[in-house]
């Protein structure tokens, strides 16, 4: 089977966002923040190079559930739900579940798998590769998973779940790839005594993390035994900055800005107090509060790149538009290869009404993250505003094609073809997503 060249692009980043839910009914959606992900890949890189993997190929991406789980779904992304980590209480616990999926990667678990499905020539598995154009990043996981899974349920939680010979491997691995990386393994033995206790439970009740890792009895020991004997090097002061920053800055926005406010002052360093505090002002519409705060973040890391992120949103989303391009500006300097960031800057320049420079930084924002759904309406909205119908109608269908709605892709693909040159890079961009709906739709 010769795969659309849309869809050989996204599988990396599919087989993984038409599966973000555990079953068809749900949604699921990516939170995507720059300061957010940054944390974590300053998290994960020791990690993952004692892993054997490069750092910049394995992307580790949150996803917005307050469900307890990670999975992995290819060999270069990683997927925690924010309610584990919310859960988590330091760095070492969710260095240690990073190292767990890491292990599923180097291991060969997920390969083997991946091999497997490529060969059957099932629905199931021919549902995933047309979902490789229906990634959730938009929001719209309902609609993938439709696509990804059909009616075969049943084949995704397979897919999902390790068996217990596989979960005791990637134990091991993950230790040592923690001691080999100076990382003390108890987070390990901390993660899974989270769980501890709900193997007696019925499946409906588990949390998503024990149905697709299985606990036993045995395997904890094992575990333990593992651990206990190292004499680590205790807490690491700058993971647990990353750690509590991320942290921080999910749940000044997930949680109520009151409990934000009460329990900022408790961070790990002022700047990180800041930072939540600016949040939840925001949060409460009290713009002058949120500016003042986050000002004074800023004084504390000068010129921090993800500092000034959050005040151009705050700004941007205060409609004080021109404020928000020159602090965009000055994040995307601090940060030049950031794609949120450009993004944040071109919708700011789009807001402001310079629809030539917004083009320019949401082109080089969507050049190193083509999954990005709010990216691509806002390029969509800049094309039209620039008289290119055609461009517009291309990211709409790409946009479309991303959420699922694979007739609406269909519609706009068709659109972009006859208003754009036969054989131009967007027309055959355009063709892509046609000949994806056409397959999906055929379904």
Same mark, same amino acid.
């Given at each position: 089977? /010769?795969?659309?060249?849309?869809?050989?692009?996204?599988?990396?980043?599919?087989?993984?966002?038409?599966?973000?839910?555990?079953?068809?009914?749900?949604?699921?959606?990516?939170?995507?923040?720059?300061?957010?992900?940054?944390?974590?890949?300053?998290?994960? +890189?020791?990690?993952?190079?004692?892993?054997?993997?490069?750092?910049?190929?394995?992307?580790?991406?949150? #996803?917005?559930?307050?469900?307890?789980?990670?999975?992995?779904?290819?060999?270069?992304? /990683?997927?925690?739900?924010?309610?584990?980590?919310?859960?988590?209480?330091?760095?070492?616990?969710?260095?240690?579940? #990073?190292?767990?999926?890491?292990?599923? #990667?180097?291991?060969?678990?997920?390969?083997?798998?991946?091999?497997?499905?490529?060969?059957?020539?099932?629905?199931?598995?021919?549902?995933?590769?047309?979902?490789?154009?229906?990634?959730?990043?938009?929001?719209?996981?309902?609609?993938?998973?439709?696509?990804?899974?059909?009616?075969?349920?049943?084949?995704?939680?397979?897919?999902?779940?390790?068996?217990?010979?596989?979960?005791?491997?990637?134990?091991?691995?993950?230790?040592?790839?923690?001691?080999?990386?100076?990382?003390?393994?108890?987070?390990?033995?901390?993660?899974?005594?989270?769980?501890?206790?709900?193997?007696?439970?019925?499946?409906?009740?588990?949390?998503?993390?024990?149905?697709?890792?299985?606990?036993?009895?045995?395997?904890?020991?094992?575990?333990?035994?593992?651990?206990?004997?190292?004499?680590?090097?205790?807490?690491?002061?700058?993971?647990?900055?990353?750690?509590?920053?991320? =942290?921080? +800055?999910?749940?000044?926005?997930?949680?109520?800005?009151?409990?934000?406010?009460?329990?900022?002052?408790?961070?790990?360093?002022?700047? /990180?107090?800041?930072?939540?505090?600016?949040?939840?002002?925001?949060?409460?519409?009290?713009?002058?509060?949120?500016? =003042?705060?986050?000002?004074?973040?800023?004084?504390?890391?000068?010129?921090?790149?993800?500092?000034?992120?959050? +005040?151009?949103?705050?700004?941007?989303?205060?409609?004080?538009?021109?404020?928000?391009?020159?602090?965009?500006?000055?994040?995307?300097?601090?940060?030049?290869?950031?794609?949120?960031?450009?993004?944040?800057?071109?919708?700011?320049?789009?807001?402001?009404?310079?629809?030539?420079?917004?083009?320019?930084?949401?082109?080089?924002?969507?050049?190193?993250?083509?999954?990005?759904?709010?990216?691509?309406?806002?390029?969509?909205?800049?094309?039209?505003?620039?008289?290119?119908?055609?461009?517009?109608?291309?990211?709409?269908?790409?946009?479309?094609?991303?959420?699922?709605?694979? +007739?609406?892709?269909?519609?706009?693909?068709?659109?972009?073809?006859?208003?754009?040159?036969?054989?131009?890079?967007?027309?055959?961009?355009?063709?892509?997503?046609?000949?994806?709906?056409?397959?999906?739709?055929?379904?």
């Amino acid at each position: 089977m /010769i795969l659309p060249r849309l869809i050989a692009k996204c599988l990396s980043v599919v087989l993984l966002l038409s599966l973000l839910a555990a079953s068809p009914a749900r949604a699921a959606t990516l939170l995507r923040d720059a300061d957010i992900e940054f944390s974590l890949r300053q998290l994960a +890189k020791p990690v993952l190079s004692a892993a054997g993997l490069n750092p910049n190929s394995v992307r580790i991406l949150l #996803i917005d559930d307050s469900a307890l789980n990670a999975f992995v779904v290819d060999t270069q992304h /990683i997927f925690i739900h924010s309610g584990l980590m919310m859960k988590l209480t330091t760095a070492e616990q969710l260095q240690a579940v #990073i190292a767990h999926e890491a292990a599923h #990667i180097s291991n060969g678990h997920l390969a083997r798998r991946l091999g497997n499905m490529r060969s059957a020539r099932t629905a199931a598995g021919l549902g995933l590769l047309l979902a490789a154009v229906t990634g959730a990043a938009s929001g719209n996981g309902q609609a993938a998973a439709a696509v990804a899974a059909g009616t075969q349920g049943s084949a995704m939680r397979l897919f999902f779940t390790h068996t217990r010979a596989e979960e005791s491997a990637a134990d091991i691995s993950s230790v040592r790839f923690m001691m080999r990386a100076g990382i003390d393994p108890r987070g390990a033995l901390e993660v899974q005594e989270i769980f501890r206790g709900q193997e007696a439970l019925s499946t409906a009740r588990q949390d998503p993390y024990m149905r697709t890792h299985p606990l036993s009895r045995d395997r904890l020991r094992a575990l333990r035994g593992l651990v206990e004997g190292h004499k680590g090097a205790g807490p690491n002061t700058t993971s647990q900055y990353w750690f509590e920053r991320a =942290k921080g +800055k999910l749940t000044a926005f997930k949680r109520a800005p009151s409990w934000t406010l009460r329990r900022a002052k408790d961070s790990i360093s002022q700047d /990180i107090n800041l930072m939540r505090q600016a949040a939840a002002y925001h949060r409460q519409s009290n713009t002058k509060r949120a500016l =003042k705060a986050i000002d004074q973040a800023i004084a504390v890391r000068k010129s921090d790149p993800f500092l000034l992120d959050l +005040k151009g949103q705050i700004l941007l989303e205060s409609r004080n538009f021109n404020a928000a391009v020159q602090t965009f500006r000055a994040a995307a300097k601090g940060a030049p290869r950031e794609p949120l960031i450009l993004a944040g800057l071109g919708r700011a320049q789009l807001a402001a009404g310079d629809v030539r420079g917004a083009l320019r930084s949401l082109e080089a924002a969507r050049g190193r993250d083509f999954s990005n759904g709010r990216l691509l309406r806002d390029l969509a909205v800049a094309y039209a505003k620039q008289g290119q119908p055609g461009m517009a109608s291309t990211v709409t269908a790409e946009r479309y094609a991303l959420q699922g709605r694979m +007739k609406d892709a269909k519609l706009h693909a068709e659109r972009a073809m006859g208003q754009l040159p036969r054989g131009s890079g967007p027309w055959q961009r355009a063709q892509d997503v046609l000949s994806a709906a056409e397959r999906a739709l055929r379904r």
